[in-house]
């Protein structure tokens, strides 16, 4: 930790002398505090930082050119597709899948470095219920949903492997993380394959390009975006620990994403036939203006386009088969190679393109009083982990359907979308279409059949009859005809472990 001399020195030549200015009035513990947040500010990076921080917001109001006449779509014999594809090509992307799984060369890589403040919760998102019958968190279905894969890659080729889990987390989310884990008993897996990190934070920056203090000890900081993964890596040794492991391939995602495969084998398989170094999983956009961003390419490079980068006019042209021609809605859902990954970090990261969020950000004022303020007053600089599709020398893109992949959560009940209502619904409706596509019958309360409705895939109310399936039983949809077929289930259907015991029994 640096003494308050070298501390004020490293911030006189950032500029940021101003971070000192409550020090006569410190405790020792804050004084602490404070010096150990100056201490992880290196002074060219914290001078570089803030001079961004302020060009960005100076230009953000104002578009650096229109991207619209350079954009392209990813050419057809770079994208897969689950919809078009026939079953024998999935088969055997899904066989190479767990091949690649059952010699333990897959990882999966989660991203979970924010809070759940618009879900209106104060702890990691990754530990949020949405209601469902077992009451289980987003965090315990990925975890038991890797349990199954690496059963299903062991039944198949007479392994033991082992998936590690990499969990990047950021100063918000690890404690409460690690401890959730920990309390939870790691949901079945084991302790040394759950491997957690942390990513950078980096200060808030005023309009005028000074750090903004929240408290009279405290920089305002936020992690450094999902894109600060490529730093984490370094910094953490989690390269290292990759190759000491012999894993080659990653399944990276976002945590908020209910319906996630992980380690998807299909996707997983698709990537490593097609020699991918880099690979994205993307949705049909459901309408030309619907906000996510688009997977394409920009002078020849793969990216990915915001939503509100586009022009309606770009956003509405369609091939001549009249689908839409950017149609690659992005779900945060990608395949890297280790060396990939390895290339970015040693190579790339440093020219990963700094995103603007404008925020309203609590400070205190010269004379130490608290402010929260009504109109946004500070910049935040993040990097997105897609934001290295441009370095990939074969890049793939492989679509699967929204309705079994992607329902995120990142709105409090009463938003329109992505509510944990609608993310509950979504699982439900999933579960509910496999049990019929098993043979199960359904009925309500009163013993009577519940007529069945084989497309049910609508947000906006439950499912006729409700139906959990543990990952532990099925990871997606398999092995459950010899459970369900011909049965009465009674709603609500609750498929545990312990409920496929008893039903063995009694076929």
């Not at 992880?40 to 570089?48: D, R, S, W």
């Not at 007053?377 to 079994?404: H, P, T, W, Y």
């Amino acid at each position: 930790m640096l003494s308050f001399q070298e501390a004020k020195a490293r911030l006189e030549t950032s500029g940021q002398s101003h971070v000192l200015r409550f020090w006569a009035e410190l405790s020792a513990e804050e004084s602490n505090t404070l010096l150990e947040e100056v201490s992880q500010l290196q002074p060219e990076e914290l001078l570089e930082h803030c001079r961004a921080a302020a060009e960005a917001a100076s230009r953000h109001s104002s578009a650096d050119g229109r991207l619209d006449a350079r954009m392209k779509p990813v050419p057809p014999e770079f994208i897969g597709s689950v919809r078009k594809s026939d079953k024998e090509t999935l088969q055997m992307w899904g066989d190479e899948g767990l091949l690649q799984i059952s010699q333990d060369r897959v990882a999966v890589l989660l991203l979970a470095g924010g809070q759940g403040t618009r879900l209106g919760v104060p702890y990691p998102k990754g530990m949020y219920n949405v209601g469902l019958p077992s009451e289980k968190t987003l965090y315990q279905i990925q975890a038991e949903r890797i349990q199954k894969v690496q059963e299903l890659a062991n039944v198949k080729h007479g392994s033991r492997c082992t998936i590690p889990w990499y969990i990047m987390t950021s100063e918000f989310t690890l404690g409460p993380t690690e401890k959730f884990f920990k309390d939870n008993e790691y949901f079945g897996l084991c302790p040394s394959n759950v491997v957690m990190f942390e990513q950078r934070m980096i200060p808030a920056v005023g309009f005028d390009g000074k750090i903004i203090l929240e408290k009279k000890n405290k920089i305002a900081m936020a992690p450094d975006g999902n894109g600060g993964l490529y730093r984490a890596l370094v910094d953490n040794k989690i390269l290292e620990d990759m190759e000491r492991r012999g894993v080659e391939y990653l399944h990276v995602y976002c945590v908020d994403n209910i319906l996630v495969k992980m380690a998807d084998p299909v996707f997983i398989g698709f990537c490593v036939n097609k020699g991918a170094d880099c690979g994205a999983k993307v949705v049909d956009k459901a309408y030309p203006a619907e906000p996510v961003g688009v997977v394409c390419r920009v002078d020849g490079l793969y990216q990915v386009i915001e939503y509100s980068e586009i022009q309606p006019e770009t956003a509405e042209l369609r091939s001549p088969g009249g689908e839409l021609l950017f149609s690659a809605g992005n779900i945060c859902n990608h395949f890297f190679t280790r060396g990939f990954l390895k290339d970015v970090a040693e190579k790339f990261e440093s020219q990963l393109k700094q995103h603007v969020a404008i925020k309203k950000v609590p400070f205190v004022d010269g004379e130490g009083n608290l402010v929260k303020p009504t109109k946004p007053n500070g910049i935040k600089l993040e990097k997105f982990v897609f934001d290295v599709f441009q370095f990939s020398k074969k890049f793939v893109a492989f679509e699967v359907l929204r309705e079994e992949e992607f329902s995120p959560l990142k709105n409090a009940d009463g938003a329109p979308l992505d509510t944990p209502t609608t993310a509950r619904r979504s699982l439900l409706a999933q579960h509910y279409r496999w049990a019929l596509a098993a043979g199960g019958n359904f009925l309500d309360e009163q013993d009577k059949p519940i007529p069945p409705k084989h497309r049910c895939m609508i947000q906006n109310e439950d499912p006729p009859a409700i139906c959990e399936i543990s990952p532990l039983v099925s990871y997606f949809g398999e092995g459950l005809e010899k459970l369900l077929k011909q049965k009465n289930l009674k709603s609500p259907f609750l498929l545990d472990e312990n409920e496929a015991k008893n039903l063995v029994k009694t076929t």
